[in-house]
């Protein structure tokens, strides 16, 4: 299927590196993808798993996406967090800075800068208390996966596999939180 490309940089407040290891579910990242055939060499993805034993990134390309559309998945998913979390308001913008943040995650003392992060379920993440196992966290992306995102995806062909030997110069991203939520 031919896809256009769509510039999001207006909505990116910064950038800042970090290893395809501190990448979790829900962040959005940056890179540059080498390969054959390969229409979007930077994409802008949505992280809905990093499966680091297949050294894999799954995603949504939001490059190929109108502003309007990745607002319309935005509240799709706000909407349907109900799936896997108590939480309503699952967009947030952390920062490992904050005194609050939970210092026993995976992905810890990587990422200096706030970034922009959708609280997806996420391996050794708590939730109600208990961090999740892994079998758990992909239990519940592929409910959401199921609930939710499966037609979206369907209807926008966004969704992508990357493979992390083809990654280089990875960027978590800043992105306009009130921009998408509007």
């Given at each position: 299927?031919?896809?256009?490309?769509?510039?999001?940089?207006?909505?990116?407040?910064g950038l800042q590196p970090a290893k395809i290891k501190a990448v979790s579910p829900g962040m959005i990242v940056r890179f540059k993808y080498s390969g054959e055939n390969v229409f979007d060499?930077?994409?802008?993805?949505?992280?809905?798993?990093?499966?680091?034993?297949?050294?894999?990134?799954?995603?949504?390309?939001?490059?190929?996406?109108?502003?309007?559309?990745?607002?319309?998945?935005?509240?799709?998913?706000?909407?349907?967090?109900?799936?896997?979390?108590?939480?309503?308001?699952?967009?947030?913008?952390?920062?490992?800075?904050?005194?609050?943040?939970?210092?026993?995650?995976?992905?810890?003392?990587?990422?200096?800068?706030?970034?922009?992060?959708?609280?997806?379920?996420?391996?050794?993440?708590?939730?109600?208390?208990?961090?999740?196992?892994?079998?758990?966290?992909?239990?519940?992306?592929?409910?959401?996966?199921?609930?939710?995102?499966?037609?979206?995806?369907?209807?926008?062909?966004?969704?992508?596999?990357?493979?992390?030997?083809?990654?280089?110069?990875?960027?978590?991203?800043?992105?306009?939180?009130?921009?998408?939520?509007?």
């Amino acid at each position: 299927m031919a896809h256009q490309k769509y510039n999001h940089n207006r909505r990116i407040q910064g950038l800042q590196p970090a290893k395809i290891k501190a990448v979790s579910p829900g962040m959005i990242v940056r890179f540059k993808y080498s390969g054959e055939n390969v229409f979007d060499k930077n994409p802008l993805v949505l992280v809905i798993w990093n499966d680091k034993s297949d050294n894999k990134i799954h995603g949504i390309n939001l490059n190929y996406l109108q502003e309007s559309n990745i607002k319309a998945i935005m509240k799709k998913i706000t909407k349907g967090a109900g799936v896997y979390s108590e939480d309503k308001n699952i967009i947030t913008e952390q920062d490992q800075d904050d005194s609050k943040y939970d210092d026993s995650l995976p992905y810890r003392n990587i990422l200096r800068e706030p970034y922009t992060r959708l609280k997806l379920p996420t391996f050794r993440e708590k939730r109600e208390g208990n961090p999740l196992s892994k079998a758990e966290a992909q239990k519940q992306i592929k409910m959401l996966h199921t609930k939710v995102l499966k037609t979206l995806i369907n209807r926008f062909d966004v969704y992508r596999s990357y493979h992390t030997s083809k990654m280089s110069a990875p960027k978590v991203v800043r992105y306009d939180i009130e921009g998408l939520l509007k």
